[in-house]
């Protein structure tokens, strides 16, 4: 079969290394039934960042649940250049030897939890770049967003939650979104994000939500 772009379609294009990596997780056996193994994704990488202390944060709170286990990722250890690839590797694979780290390193979770500013009302740039350099080992698992800013990204995880839907992932409702006057409170007079009356709570509801998401979509995929 041939795609409306004349590309071969992905069954028939993939090598089976770049079919193995996107399996992995999903195989049957004793390891299905561990906990879910999340990616904290930090999505900017600019010098001065905030994102370092949301994304140690929301890990603390993960890492004192017992079901699940999680793993920073920040995204200055994957300096992938802006997409040059051919087509997406739900079509091709892809040829830089960044981007095919990131994608196996993308396979080897079960869930996802992007913690974003907002730019111009959208996304960084260096994270929807690396969300357009994987495809399939996005696909059928959950996200969750915590954003930060002076409306705590409420429109950057808007954004992400339709491109999770056309990567076929799974958003999850709730969100934790450090915004107003208590963002800047942190940002510029180091407030402790614990002393935020509302975000902890909001922040259990969505490791919950993503549990959930999890554990159903991890079934479904076995």
């Not at 990616?39 to 001065?48: E, H, L, P, V």
């Not at 800013?149 to 992932?169: D, H, N, T």
Request: charge should be negative; proline fraction near 7%; charged fraction near 25%.
């Amino acid at each position: 079969m041939v795609s409306v772009w004349g590309i071969p379609t992905p069954r028939s294009n993939r090598s089976p290394e770049h079919a193995s990596h996107v399996a992995r997780g999903c195989q049957k056996g004793p390891q299905a039934m561990d906990i879910p193994n999340i990616a904290i994704i930090m999505s900017t990488t600019r010098t001065g960042r905030f994102c370092d202390r949301p994304a140690n944060w929301i890990s603390d709170l993960a890492d004192a649940r017992d079901d699940m286990r999680t793993e920073l990722i920040d995204l200055r250890d994957y300096p992938m250049p802006f997409f040059d690839e051919p087509a997406s590797n739900a079509w091709v694979p892809s040829r830089d030897e960044v981007a095919l780290r990131w994608q196996r390193k993308v396979a080897e979770f079960d869930g996802y939890i992007f913690v974003t500013a907002e730019y111009n009302r959208s996304p960084p740039a260096v994270l929807k770049n690396a969300l357009d350099y994987a495809y399939p080992e996005w696909n059928r698992k959950p996200m969750a967003c915590l954003g930060y800013g002076s409306v705590g990204a409420a429109r950057s995880i808007e954004q992400l939650r339709l491109i999770a839907v056309e990567l076929q992932m799974a958003p999850t409702r709730t969100g934790v979104h450090i915004q107003g006057g208590e963002f800047f409170e942190a940002l510029q007079n180091g407030k402790d994000l614990n002393a935020i009356p509302y975000i902890a709570d909001n922040a259990v509801t969505m490791l919950d939500e993503l549990v959930w998401w999890t554990m159903a979509l991890r079934s479904a995929r076995i």
